[in-house]
């Protein structure tokens, strides 16, 4: 760029067949081989193909879509020549760190939330079309089965990240300025992006209690890094810090690769029958369920 930083502009996706969390029958192995990698992969595909018809009717309803509308990707995340088995580096076991009692709680009470269905107000925020999931619109932006493209904007003062999914947009300041007072909360947080040489850090707190990502507080802190690595490649790293929700901090990267793009437009309240229907579905159950037995 013309202030001598990297240039992060572009359409990216972030699909990736890598989990989360390293499956325990990989226990120990923070990487595989190119043929168990193979291997590995296909298996993964075959489980998340969901124009398979097995399973019997109720099953193949489960599975909702099918392929058309997933973006899972066809690989591993490739890090330095290795095929990675998770997201998460740190723990070095690649599984997220247990949560703390508060945190367990705090999950158990937003799980009997969204059984709720007495009202619109009740529903998960991605199904209000408020914003999208906290893992994938971030921080951190971690992939999902679908939409899973974003777009960097870069100025002097600012980074803009367009987020496909539900179509939200995360503004990150560069002009030094601190966070916000602790009482101004925000669905994504308050991003403050820094240069530390070649990568751009990002801050960000300030999230409200809503936000919830994997059982997180109004507490959580997240650190991003963003490292162009080449022409098609920016390494993404994040550090997750919730004191009260984790019983440590914990670390995660993969790449973001280059998209043709574009993105096109979410647009998720137009024709959102979705929402509706859940209600009516739960209207419906209630009153099945107050039938007298024959």
């Known amino acids: 760029m013309a202030d001598g930083h990297p240039d992060l502009q572009g359409i990216w996706t972030n ?37 398979r018809r097995d399973g019997g009717a109720e099953t193949d309803v489960t599975r909702a879509y099918n392929n058309l509308f997933m973006d899972r990707g066809t690989q591993l995340a490739t890090i330095n020549g290795e095929k990675r088995t998770s997201i ?34 009740n529903r998960p925020l991605a199904e209000r079309c408020i ?74 707190t300030n999230f409200t209690d809503k936000t919830g990502f994997r059982g997180s507080s109004d507490g959580l802190h997240v650190v991003e890094r963003f490292t162009r690595v080449d022409a098609n490649t920016i390494l993404y790293q994040f550090t997750i810090d919730d004191a009260s929700t984790f019983t440590r901090a914990w670390i995660g990267e993969y790449p973001f690769l280059a998209a043709a793009g574009p993105i096109y437009e979410y647009a998720c309240h137009e024709g959102n029958y979705a929402l509706g229907d859940i209600l009516r579905g739960a209207r419906l159950e209630e009153k099945v369920a107050q039938k007298p037995a024959k």
């Open 88 to 121: 998460v580096v740190d723990p070095p076991d690649g599984r997220v760190p247990p949560l703390t009692s508060e945190g367990s709680e705090r999950v158990d009470t937003r799980t009997k939330e969204m059984q709720r269905m007495d009202g619109t107000q």
């Open 15 to 51: 699909t990736t067949l890598t989990p989360l969390e390293r499956s325990p029958d990989l226990a120990g192995k923070p990487a595989l081989t190119e043929d168990e990698a193979t291997a590995f992969e296909k298996q993964i595909l075959d489980r998340v193909n969901f124009d």
């Open 131 to 204: 914003m999208g999931q906290a893992s994938t619109s971030g921080p951190p932006m971690l992939p999902g089965p679908y939409n899973n493209n974003y777009q960097i904007v870069q100025t002097p003062g600012y980074v803009m990240i367009l987020v496909e999914q539900i179509h939200d947009v995360r503004i990150i300041r560069l002009d030094g300025r601190p966070h916000l007072p602790a009482k101004v909360r925000q669905w994504m947080g308050d991003s403050l992006g820094r240069w530390e040489g070649d990568t751009l850090v990002v801050d960000t």
